[in-house]
């Protein structure tokens, strides 16, 4: 029997599956979608979820139902009407760069899980990491009455470009829309957002490197998600102040990644090189899991021996850590489910501030990042 949890995971994969399809073109307007009893065969789910998914695809106006018919793509033009939706001040709007992997799909699952406690309708919609069509959706959702939204930005490649949707999203909330951004946030904007403590536990993991005897670190990251980034840096070298250890910034490696696919293999290139030009950490500390398994990849390549060998940790998710191949990592965990949960309990409940309440420094709520540490170094 399904549990009620993957029950819900279920539902938000064929929502994201079907929202996909749409956004990116591979259904084009007025093509049929698949049936109640489609979906039920496809993804072996219950009617009562398969018609939860085309329920939402149609009061978000993605889709559109004619009796007797089926279902079929709504066109781009009606998409984008002043028409009202039913209930849209019971929907909680839900704008991501991507759905795709671990990480993405926990944190909507998160989200899900707390709406459908508070019965409230998820409207998903997609960037496909694109700041124009970013920009599109918030004014679709604004426009169809909703007045809770919850993003996570487009990925920023350069730390340095500033986010030309910022205008827009202060706009909004002088409409009176609540916004919440997820683990990314945009500096001396009066904008909420909810983000792990990431300042925080880079500065305890530094320490901990520190009193296994470790003094020459490095710090590895990718490019994208330029907020996250700068607090994991700031963490990094605040923790190398307080424990009094030297700051050498040719040990700060921002890998620039090509894509979500190639961020393991990236990284590998870009570390080997690094210890080939005769840099020597003895601990490494990386931006998540899978720019660790590049870095693992690297030391393997350089043939460094065991005495030689550095002790890696950073960020990640416990379900992703296949990708390092039993190699030991100092774990800071993410718990993107909880924030999920978190975020939307926030943006739905009384203790979300109100227009007016929060300055330049803006309001964040921070999720605290536990350590786990692999047997062998504790």
């Known amino acids: 029997m399904m549990t009620p949890k993957k029950r819900a995971f279920k539902y938000i994969q064929i929502k994201t599956d079907l929202s996909i399809q749409i956004l990116e073109g591979q259904l084009r307007p007025h093509d049929r979608i698949l049936s109640l009893n489609g979906i039920v065969d496809k993804y072996k789910v219950s009617k009562i979820t398969a018609r939860r998914v085309l329920n939402d695809l149609v009061a978000e106006g993605l889709v559109y139902a004619t009796r007797g018919a089926g279902s079929f793509v709504a066109d781009a033009a009606s998409r984008r009407t002043d028409r009202h939706f039913p209930g849209a001040e019971e929907q909680l709007g839900v704008v991501f760069a991507h ?66 949707n910022i205008p827009l999203y202060l706009r909004l909330q002088e409409r009176g829309i609540r916004l919440l951004f997820l683990v990314c946030y945009v500096q001396g904007c009066p904008l909420s957002a909810i983000t792990y403590d990431e300042h925080n536990a880079y500065r305890r993991l530094v320490k901990f490197m520190k009193d296994k005897g470790r003094k020459r670190l490095a710090c590895v990251t990718r490019n994208d998600n330029a907020s996250s980034t700068i607090e994991r840096l700031r963490g990094f070298k605040d923790g190398l102040l307080d424990n009094g250890m030297p700051f050498l910034k040719d040990h700060i490696l921002q890998v620039p990644i090509a894509s979500h696919d190639t ?94 309440e929060m300055d330049a420094a803006a309001f964040h709520q921070f999720v605290p990042v536990p350590i786990r540490i692999p047997k062998n170094l504790k």
């Open 99 to 164: 759905a795709a992997g671990t990480f993405m799909s926990d944190i909507i699952l998160g989200i899900d899980e707390e709406a459908f406690i508070r019965n409230v309708q998820i409207a998903l919609c997609l960037s496909n990491n694109m700041y124009e069509r970013e920009a599109e959706l918030l004014q679709r959702l604004a426009r169809q009455g909703v007045k809770r939204i919850l993003i996570f930005m487009v990925l920023q490649f350069d730390s340095g470009m500033l986010n030309p």
């Open 263 to 356: 961020v393991v293999s990236d990284t590998a290139r870009h570390f080997a090189s690094f210890l080939r030009q005769g840099n020597s950490p003895d601990a490494i500390i990386c931006s998540d899991e899978m720019v660790a398994g590049g870095v693992f990849d690297a030391i393997d390549t350089c043939g460094l021996n065991d005495d030689a060998r550095p002790i890696v940790g950073g960020m990640g998710i416990v379900r992703n850590l296949h990708i390092l191949k039993n190699r030991h990592y100092l774990l800071l965990e993410e718990d993107t489910r909880r924030v999920g949960r978190e975020a939307a309990a926030l943006i739905l409940g009384d203790k979300f501030p109100q227009q007016g």
